[in-house]
């Protein structure tokens, strides 16, 4: 509940800054007279906005775009017709006509289409291999993964997609978690991108500037991007130390106990699968050297190389977008006939690897192809002139104005790749779970029951456990707990569902005692099938096929009649203890789990045990159980 009011709060906050930013237009000019003045900010400014309140991208760009055509038509005189003229004609069209931009949507595609095709031929499959039998360790496998990073500079996307289907059964194999992969892809794959000058980034970026050599400048611009440096540091960083905080710390916690999703494993969608057990190392390292030789060749080619220029001028010169096109499609002819050369993949096979390639790169073109039109807004709005003019008449301005956009693009980075949508999916619930649950019937069937104190939790577990005909297990727990970590059961008793409150590091005892308890609760769930009340069971055995996860919770007068009449706790000690236990509860689940203890997205079931007898809600769960079976 803290955490939404908290979220409720930011997008408050948020959307206030988006009215008093407006009202400031409104007073600096009337919107019929636009140009040139604060209102040529208000399309990036709301998209911004809007990105930070929604975590989604693609419609606050486009609500950006549509905010820029109706202030450009009302400072025109157009009307509704200019509006959508604005946007849809000068906007959407003329960008994607633009000879320099379907350069670089074709090279993306092409990227895409290369992609699948590695996959296909089984090269991805073959390094793995190899790469797997040669790197030891996790630092290895996570090292392994940035420096491949580094060997695939030419796309971001591109870089993704291939170190992703190439490192992913190592790190698998090494028990990293697919949290962590993400991070030093993702990390690794934007930051190199964009210092190298030979990559659809310096493409991208060089054709936004007008007056000047695009890649020249670009070039120049490189020892000054001290985010792409630290951010590289700092992979290799984490990945040479094995060091782990916040959120990934919990992902990597889980990993290192055997489940590296955090998540269902079904909501990852699946890479193009071998068609061919003939694939080697060969056919992945040849296509990535012949991409990268062919589209350097490109870009000299259209700076003059061949006609006399030097390699430096020629480079410096060059048609970005034309050249990478070039380069990537003739990459993809050769690769294609190396292919059917090799016999690892007949013709009809590489042709539908077309369709796949182009729908792994549609959200680049997408977020390109509004990123383009949004400039073009600002540019009918005479964004540059006015910046341009506040920046001149303010010396401290100028001087402020990097760090400024700076911090606005972390902002903006930040709140664009964290989604609340994503946040069921990655803990592994919402709305598919159920279908995952009667899946993989060889495995044995688990409930997890989490329980405020005094709610009836144990003894509704306990009769649950005997109509389902499995065994329970909750202070059963501290028995096997002290003989996996080599701790007293009076130690493990006092020690475990609690944190000692400190912020700053953990108690060892306790985290040995998690810990321990976490290996017997895998240990459990693998051979048997069976009931767990407490100890963060439906954490532990997120992502697991086959579980059904319940909370059991009650009114405080229904919890403190029964902490009184069956537990025999004394009236003045009772609420002080019910408030206690579960405090501790909350602080364990959010210390090991980094999650609110009773919010329903973790959750499959949560029952009222004051509307109905325990054996009423027990017979309930199996309900549910038994449905879930009959599917």
């Not at 962590?180 to 190298?196: F, G």
């Not at 902490?563 to 004394?570: H, M, N, V, W």
């Not at 501790?584 to 029952?607: I, K, S, V």
Request: aromatic share 10%.
């Amino acid at each position: 509940m803290e955490k939404k009011k908290k979220s409720y709060l930011s997008k408050a906050v948020f959307g206030l800054l988006i009215v008093a930013f407006t009202v400031c237009c409104i007073i600096a000019a009337p919107i019929t007279e636009a140009k040139g003045t604060l209102w040529s900010l208000f399309p990036p400014v709301i998209a911004i906005g809007l990105a930070l309140i929604t975590k989604e991208v693609y419609s606050s760009l486009f609500v950006g775009i549509l905010s820029g055509g109706i202030i450009y038509a009302a400072a025109s005189g157009t009307g509704f017709e200019g509006t959508f003229k604005a946007v849809v004609q000068d906007g959407l069209i003329t960008n994607l006509s633009n000879a320099y931009n379907v350069g670089i949507l074709v090279f993306l595609v092409v990227l895409g289409i290369i992609v699948v095709l590695m996959n296909k031929a089984g090269g991805s499959r073959a390094y793995g291999e190899w790469a797997a039998a040669h790197i030891k360790g996790r630092r290895g496998a996570a090292l392994s993964t940035f420096f491949l990073g580094v060997l695939i500079f030419v796309d971001d996307y591109f870089n993704c997609l291939t170190v992703g289907s190439v490192m992913r059964p190592i790190t698998d194999k090494h028990n990293i978690s697919r949290s962590k992969l993400a991070y030093l892809i993702d990390s690794t794959a934007a930051p190199i991108c964009i210092i190298a000058p030979i990559s659809s980034w310096a493409a991208a970026v060089s054709g936004t500037v007008e007056g000047v050599n695009g890649i020249s400048l670009f070039i120049n611009t490189i020892p000054y991007n001290l985010y792409a440096f630290l951010t590289i540091l700092m992979v290799i960083f984490i990945s040479a130390s094995d060091t782990d905080y916040g959120p990934m710390k919990i992902h990597e916690d889980n990993a290192k106990n055997g489940d590296i999703f955090t998540t269902q494993n079904n909501t990852y969608e699946q890479d193009a699968q071998p068609v061919t057990e003939r694939g080697r190392v060969i056919d992945l390292i040849l296509p990535v050297a012949v991409l990268i030789v062919l589209c350097v060749v490109g870009m000299i080619y259209t700076g003059g190389f061949f006609s006399g220029t030097d390699f430096v001028t020629a480079f410096a010169n060059c048609d970005a977008a034309y050249g990478l096109s070039l380069g990537s499609i003739s990459a993809l002819i050769v690769i294609i006939a190396y292919y059917m050369f090799r016999r690892v993949l007949k013709f009809n096979e590489c042709m539908d690897s077309i369709a796949a390639g182009f729908k792994q790169m549609v959200p680049a073109i997408l977020i390109l192809t509004f990123a383009w039109t949004l400039k073009t807004m600002t540019n009918h709005l005479e964004a540059g002139a006015f910046v341009s003019g506040v920046v001149q008449s303010a010396t401290a301005l100028s001087v402020l104005l990097p760090v400024i956009l700076f911090v606005v693009a972390i902002g903006l980075a930040f709140a664009s790749s964290f989604n609340p949508e994503n946040r069921r999916r990655m803990q592994g619930l919402g709305e598919k779970e159920d279908t995952t649950l009667s899946s993989g019937k060889s495995l044995p069937f688990v409930v997890t029951i989490s329980r405020e104190y005094g709610s009836g939790g144990h003894h509704i577990g306990e009769l649950l456990a005997q109509r389902l005909g499995v065994k329970f297990y909750d202070r059963e727990l501290i028995t096997l707990t002290a003989q996996q970590s080599g701790l007293g059961e009076c130690t493990v008793q006092e020690n475990e569902q609690t944190v000692n409150g400190r912020l700053l590091y953990d108690d060892p005892v306790q985290t040995a005692v998690f810990r321990a308890q976490s290996r017997v609760i895998l240990d459990i769930a693998g051979r048997e099938s069976c009931v767990i009340v407490g100890r963060l069971a439906n954490f532990i055995l997120k992502g697991r096929p086959r579980c059904l996860h319940v909370f059991v919770y009650a009114d405080e007068a229904a919890r403190l009649k029964r902490i009184i009449s069956e537990y025999g706790i004394e009236n003045n000690r009772a609420e002080a203890l019910l408030k206690r236990t579960d405090q501790e509860r909350r602080e364990h689940c959010l210390h090991y789990a980094g999650c609110d203890w009773g919010d329903r997205y973790y959750y499959h079931l949560m029952l009222d045990s004051s509307m109905a007898t325990d054996e009423q809600v027990a017979e309930a769960i199996y309900s549910v159980i038994h449905c879930l079976a009959a599917e």
